[in-house]
C-alpha cells in the first residue's frame, strides 16, 4: 500500500474526444488531514467541453442502446474485478484526496462492487428479453425496456466511488450514455474509476468524465435539451436549482430527475432500551465518517426517564474517541472535507455553545490535527428537530428529550420537519418499535442497531419529502427509473 500513500495523481476530462493540456484550468489536491500534502492536480472540464462532451453521448446512444445487455453487463463484471483488484490502491486514494478513514475506504469500494454485480445480474433479468403479457387470441403482446437517452450523473464526495459508480453504471448498464460530473474535491479517484472502467471495455462515447466546478459544468448538464435524464446526489439546494434549470429547457422532452439529498435523521429510544446498546449504536451512527454521511444520526430523542444515563455513558465514549489521521488503523474520526466544511460546522459550534446547549464533546489533539480540517465530535441539547434550521454534516448530533404521552407528537414533528431519510429506534418493547416504525415517514428504518446506508447494495436507499425524489439507489427496481418501456403489439 506504501507505494498508493506517495504517489501524485493526475486526472483531466476522459472524453470521446482528445482535449488539450490547459494549466489554466489545473487545481492542486491537497489532504483534508495535512493541507500541507500534495496528493495531485486535475484539470477541470470548460464550459464548451462540457457542451461537446453532450453532442458525443447523444451521438453515441442509438448504437450504445442496441447494443446487447450481455455485453454491457459484462462491462460492469469486469470493472468489479478491476475494482477488487485495485482495492488498496483506490481506498488509499480515498483516505488521502477526501479524508477518509481506511476502513471506511474499504467499505466503500466493496459497496460500489456489490452495486456493478448486482445491476450486472438485474439487467440481464429486465433488459435481455421482452416480457410476454397476456393479451386477446391472435395477438402477441411484449413489453421491452430500453435505455432514455443522454444522463447526468452528479455525484458528491463522501462516498466518492461507491455513489459515483453506483449512479453511472444504472445508468450506463440500462442503455443510457452518461456524463459523469464526480465532485470538485474528489476527482482524482473518480478518474481512476473511469480508467478501470474504460479498461473494463466502456467505450469512451459512452461514459465520459466531466471533472469540473458545479455551477459551471453542472449547469451545462441540467441545461442543455438533449440531457434526458439527471441522477444526482448531494445538497436539496442543488436539487432544486437542477430541477429549475430542467424544467426551464425550452424544446426539450419531459426529463427524468432521481435526486438523493439530505436528512434530519432521528432516533427514537425509549426507556426499555439497553443504555449501553444504545450509545454504542450513536457514536457509530453520529460520529462515522466524522458524520459525513446522508445517513448519519443528527438528532437523538431519548425518553426522559433514561436520558441522563444514556447522555453518562456517551459522555464517557464520546472522551474515548481518538481523532486524527485516517490513514493511521487507530483512529475512530477523522477530518472534514475542507475548510469551508469546517467553518460552517464551527460557526453552528458557536451558535451551540452561545446558548449553553453542549452537552458532551470529544479532544482534538492539537498535535494530530493542526494541519487539517478536524471538528471535534459534540453533542448538544436541543428542545426537538424543529428548532434546528438545516442539516450539519459533520460530526454534531442533538439530543431532545421527551415524555412517554409525547411520542405521537414527536414523531410527527420529525414528519413535519420534512427530511425522510434514514430513522432509528430503540426499545425492547415491540409494539413500541412496531408502532413508531410505522407512522414514521422515511426511506429506511433502522430498529435496535445503527443507522447507517443500505444495509447491502440488493436493499433500496433513499428517502422521500427534502431527503429525495424516492426512487431508490439499489434495490430491485432502481434500474427501471433510467429505462423506458415499449411494448409490441403483433396481430398473429
Ligand atoms: P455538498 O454541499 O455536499 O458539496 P452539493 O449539492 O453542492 O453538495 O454538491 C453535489 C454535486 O453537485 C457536486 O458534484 C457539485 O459539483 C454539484 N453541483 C453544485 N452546484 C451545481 C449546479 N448548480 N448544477 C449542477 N451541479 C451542481
Not at 449512479?167 to 474528489?186: C, F, I, M, S, Y
Amino acid at each position: 500500500m506504501g507505494e498508493f500513500m506517495e504517489r501524485e495523481y493526475h486526472a483531466r476530462p476522459l472524453l470521446g474526444f482528445e482535449i488539450e493540456e490547459d494549466a489554466a484550468q489545473r487545481q492542486t489536491v491537497t489532504s483534508p488531514y495535512d493541507r500541507r500534502q500534495p496528493v495531485g492536480s486535475v484539470q477541470w472540464a470548460t464550459k464548451a467541453q462540457a457542451e461537446r462532451a453532450v453532442d458525443v453521448a447523444w451521438q453515441a446512444f442509438p448504437a450504445w442502446s442496441e447494443t446487447p445487455v450481455e455485453t454491457r453487463a459484462t462491462i460492469l463484471e469486469r470493472l468489479a474485478d478491476l475494482m477488487e483488484t485495485h482495492l488498496a490502491e483506490l481506498m488509499t486514494l480515498c483516505s488521502r484526496e477526501g479524508g477518509k478513514l481506511l476502513t471506511d475506504g474499504v467499505d466503500e469500494i466493496r459497496e460500489a462492487v456489490d452495486f456493478c454485480r448486482y445491476y450486472a445480474a438485474r439487467a440481464r433479468e429486465l433488459f435481455a428479453e421482452p416480457t410476454q403479457l397476456p393479451g386477446p387470441t391472435g395477438e402477441s403482446n411484449e413489453l421491452m425496456m430500453n435505455g432514455k437517452g443522454v444522463f447526468a450523473a452528479i455525484s458528491p464526495w463522501n462516498f466518492p466511488v461507491a455513489i459515483f459508480t453506483g449512479q453511472l453504471v444504472a445508468a450506463a448498464v440500462a442503455g443510457n450514455t452518461v456524463l459523469a460530473k464526480p465532485a470538485e474535491q474528489t476527482s482524482l479517484v473518480a478518474h481512476r474509476v473511469i480508467e478501470l472502467l474504460h479498461e473494463a471495455g466502456m467505450p469512451r462515447e459512452v461514459v465520459q468524465l466531466l471533472p469540473g466546478d458545479g455551477p459551471t459544468v453542472g449547469s451545462v448538464l441540467s441545461s442543455d435539451p438533449r440531457i434526458t435524464g439527471v441522477v444526482f446526489t448531494g445538497s436539496t439546494d442543488t436539487a432544486q436549482i437542477i430541477n429549475r434549470s430542467l424544467a426551464a429547457r425550452d424544446n426539450a422532452a419531459l426529463p427524468t430527475l432521481i435526486a438523493e439529498t439530505g436528512g434530519l435523521n432521528a432516533m427514537i429510544v425509549d426507556s426499555t432500551a439497553l443504555p449501553e446498546q444504545v450509545v454504542a449504536d450513536v457514536v457509530h451512527s453520529a460520529f462515522q465518517s466524522a458524520g459525513q454521511r446522508c445517513s448519519a444520526l443528527r438528532v437523538l430523542y431519548l425518553q426522559e426517564d433514561i436520558a441522563e444515563r444514556v447522555i453518562d455513558i456517551l459522555r464517557g465514549a464520546m472522551a474515548e474517541l481518538r481523532i486524527g489521521d485516517p490513514r493511521d488503523l487507530g483512529t475512530d474520526v477523522g477530518p472534514v472535507i475542507d475548510e469551508e466544511a469546517r467553518q460552517g460546522l464551527l460557526a453552528h459550534v458557536e451558535k451551540m455553545k452561545a446558548e449553553d446547549r453542549l452537552l458532551a464533546a470529544s479532544e482534538l489533539d492539537p498535535a494530530q490535527t493542526e494541519h487539517g480540517t478536524f471538528v471535534a465530535p459534540m453533542a448538544f441539547a436541543i428542545d426537538g428537530i424543529d428548532t434546528l434550521d438545516e442539516e450539519q454534516f459533520g460530526p454534531l448530533l442533538h439530543i431532545a428529550r421527551y415524555r412517554s404521552d409525547q411520542l405521537d407528537a414527536v414523531i410527527d414533528t420529525i414528519n413535519a420537519r420534512g427530511y425522510g431519510l434514514t430513522f432509528g429506534v430503540h426499545s425492547r418493547n415491540e409494539s413500541f418499535t412496531r408502532h413508531v416504525a410505522s407512522r414514521i415517514r422515511v426511506g429506511n428504518v433502522y430498529v435496535n442497531r445503527d443507522i447507517i446506508g443500505a444495509v447491502v447494495g440488493v436493499q433500496p436507499f433513499g428517502g422521500q419529502g427534502f431527503s429525495g425524489t424516492g426512487p431508490k439507489a439499489g434495490g430491485p427496481h432502481y434500474l427501471l427509473r433510467f429505462a423506458t418501456e415499449k411494448t409490441r403489439t403483433i396481430n398473429t
